[in-house]
Structures are given as C-alpha cells and as structure tokens.
T-cell receptor, first 112, second 111 residues
C-alpha cells in the first residue's frame, strides 16, 4: 500500500527553468493538496483540489499551476522557477477537505 | 494569516518524561488535528479531535480541545527517543475549506 507517491525526491533547477512535480495516491481519496515547507514557516498551502475536476488557490499560489489529471494524480508545475521557490514540497490527500491527510515523502527543490 | 501557533517552539526532555505542547488558533473550527514529522520526512497524522469533543486518547497520546480559549494541547506520556520529531497542529476552519497548519514544536527526547 504505497499511499501518496511524489516524484522526484530531489531537484536542482536554474532560475527560469520549468518543471512539474508529480503526485499520485492509491487510497481513492477525493481531495489532494500541494504544500511548501520553509524553515520556521510551517506548511503553507499552494493549491488544492477538493474533488476530481476542481482546483483552487491556497495561501501562496503565485508562480505555480496545478492539474488534477484524474482522481489519483495531482501535479504541480513551476513555469519559470525563481530562487524564492527553493523549498520542500509536499503532496497530500484526504477523503474530503478538512479530513485527516496522508502525506507524501516530499520533494526537495533548489533553484539556483 | 489564519495560521495557528504552537508553543513551545522547542522542547527537550529525558526518556520517560511527559511532553506537553500547545496550539492556539484564531477562528472557529470543525476539527483540529495533530501531525508528527520526523526529520526530512513527510507528515504523519496522529489524531483528530472534533469541535464538539473535549478530550481524545490514542495510545500514549492525549489531546484536549478548549474551543472557548481556541486552544489545544497534545500530551505524550512516557516519552521515548523515537518520539523525537516536530509536531504540528492543523485546524479545519469553519467556512475555510482547507487545513491550516501551525509552525510546529520541535521535540527532542534524550535517552
């Protein structure tokens, strides 16, 4: 039972490059989330998808886009990476918004 | 910001002692959750307490909720070195439709 799987685990980008972080869950959860975690800031929500076919902005959406490809998969795209986007990114899922969440193991992204 | 706050920011205890950490939040909630994060890993859900509950237990964990004070506490009894981690509270705020995480308490349990 894999739970939430994120790829890649590590990535280094140059300023201006683009990339997509992939996330898949196998728990048949309706809701999925992307967070970023910075030292001393806790987790901040970037985007979320309450159910398949819907996406909404979270607290810090600027510079990011998301796609809920199907019920299992929720991807996060950085169109033009900036050093301020250096962070650890976590994907999570839950049965519904506000319920207990299951987290992936994270992607450590460095933008130079 | 809707973000909650944990207190203390860091806590250092010996094995066998109890650890208590607190969470304060700002708005009315549907539920409050506690998560653990080991260094470099993803968060793991520990316990969820609903707004109409006052106390909940799970193994060595005890969570209390005081909605009048907008606060919660997490008690870990008989701490072990393996409990060393960061602990976060998260609130499902009424009408806000998503979890809001606090900044966490770093717990160090020394053998």
């Amino acid at each position: 039972n894999a739970g939430v799987t994120q790829t890649p685990k590590f990535q280094v980008l140059k300023t201006g490059q683009s990339m997509t972080l992939q996330c898949a869950q196998d728990m048949n959860h309706n809701s999925m989330y992307w967070y970023r975690q910075d030292p001393g800031m806790g987790l901040r929500l970037i985007y979320y998808s309450a159910s398949e076919g819907t996406t909404d902005k979270g607290e810090v959406p600027n510079g990011y886009n998301v796609s809920r490809l199907n019920k299992r998969e929720f991807s996060l795209r950085l169109e033009s990476a900036a050093p301020s986007q250096t962070s650890v990114y976590f994907c999570a899922s839950s049965e519904e918004v506000g319920a207990a969440s299951t987290f992936g193991s994270g992607t450590r992204l460095t933008v130079v | 910001s809707q973000q909650g706050e944990e207190d203390p920011q860091a806590l250092s205890i010996q094995e066998g002692e109890n650890a208590t950490m607190n969470c304060s939040y700002k708005t009315s909630i549907n539920n409050l959750q506690w998560y653990r994060q080991n260094s470099g890993r993803g968060l793991v859900h520990l316990i969820l307490i609903r707004s109409n509950e006052r106390e909940k237990h799970s193994g060595r964990l005890r969570v209390t909720l005081d909605t009048s004070k907008k606060s919660s506490s997490l008690l870990i009894t008989a701490s072990r070195a393996a409990d060393t981690a960061s602990y976060f509270c998260a609130t499902d705020n009424t009408g806000f439709q998503k979890l809001v995480f606090g900044t966490g308490t770093r717990l160090l349990v020394s053998p």
